[in-house]
Structures are given as structure tokens and as C-alpha cells.
């Protein structure tokens, strides 16, 4: 399996452990202020889908990059 592959595999499932502590957040809100490590939950899946976010949004761009290089003038 190829890193690019592991990445995008790990941003899929990131993004559902984002969205269960969003949904978290507004089920703790219903029942009053929720607490501060609920509030604070989806920070952390946020900023792992950032960067894998972002590198997979350079994959394509990496790619053409080497390709160019490669063929001929
Ligand atoms: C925080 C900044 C984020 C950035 C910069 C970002 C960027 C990207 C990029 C560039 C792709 C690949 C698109 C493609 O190749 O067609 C992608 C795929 C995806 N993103 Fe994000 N994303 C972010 C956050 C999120 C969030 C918050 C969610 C959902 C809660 C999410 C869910 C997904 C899913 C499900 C895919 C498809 C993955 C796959 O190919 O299996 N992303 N994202």
C-alpha cells in the first residue's frame, strides 16, 4: 500500500471521527453547556484532516511536476 494511498484512507476515516464529535457537540449542547473536552474534541480530527488535506490536494499538482521533468524537451 502506498503512502499516498494510506493518507487518503486516513483522511476518509479522520473525517468520520470529525463529524461523530461534531455531532457530539450539538447533542451535549441540548442538555446545557457542554463540557470544555467536548468543545474541544474535533480540534485535533480538524487539524489531522488539514494536513492530510492539504497533502492530498498537492498529490496532483507533485505529479504533473515530476512528469514534466521527465519528458523529453
Ligand atoms: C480541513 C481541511 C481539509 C482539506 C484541505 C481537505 C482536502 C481534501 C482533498 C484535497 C481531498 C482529495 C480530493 C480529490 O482528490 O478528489 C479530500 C478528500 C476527502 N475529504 Fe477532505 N479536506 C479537509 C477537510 C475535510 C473534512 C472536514 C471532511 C469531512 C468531515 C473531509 C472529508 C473528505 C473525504 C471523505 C474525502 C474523500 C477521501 C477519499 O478519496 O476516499 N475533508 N479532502
Known sequence: MSASHL??????????VFTLTVVANFVAMIQGPPPAWI???????????L??????????????????RRSPA
Open 7 to 16: 493518507i487518503r484512507q486516513s483522511h476518509r476515516w479522520v473525517s468520520m
Open 39 to 49: 468543545t474541544y474534541a474535533p480540534l485535533l480530527p480538524l487539524a489531522l484532516l
Open 51 to 68: 494536513f492530510s488535506g492539504l497533502y492530498l490536494f498537492a498529490l496532483p499538482y507533485v505529479a504533473k511536476m515530476r512528469n514534466g
